[in-house]
């Protein structure tokens, strides 16, 4: 019996993003997984960026290293997403740079700095 992969947060893993509705992104893709291993297995839920090759230049995209191709994290496309319906399979880990990259990104776009900056200060 082969032992079920629990995605880990900063872990790269395939995630099948289909069906999608109107602007989403699609395709079975690479994924920075964001949330605890706890969380996962309590829910069967994960929470993380999806990682395209499509690289644009974009104020939220990360690059990221280790992939077959040149690639971005898209930061500003986050998902919840049931971890065993969408296949998740093992890739790599991200370097802890990278995914400290991806989250001061989202702090700045949920914007959550004046929050973090009010806390600092107490």
């Known amino acids: 019996m082969s ?11 395939w ?15 690479p994924t920075l997984v964001l949330s605890s291993q706890e969380y996962h297995k309590k829910t069967g839920l994960l929470i993380g960026c999806p ?4 690289i644009r230049g974009g ?8 992939l077959e191709s040149p690639s971005v994290i898209v930061s500003h ?25 991806v989250l001061l990104r989202l702090i700045s776009l949920i914007g959550a700095n004046e929050v973090i900056e009010k806390m600092l200060n107490k």
């Open 3 to 13: 032992k079920i992969y629990v995605p880990s947060r900063n872990d790269i893993c």
């Open 15 to 29: 995630l099948d993003y289909e069906p999608t509705k109107g602007k989403e992104i699609g395709k079975y893709r």
């Open 51 to 54: 990682i395209s090759t499509s």
């Open 59 to 66: 104020a939220t995209e990360v690059p990221v290293n280790h």
């Open 77 to 101: 496309l986050i998902h919840t997403l049931d971890w065993k319906q969408r296949q998740a399979k093992f890739i790599h880990q991200a370097e802890q740079s990278v995914v400290d990259e």
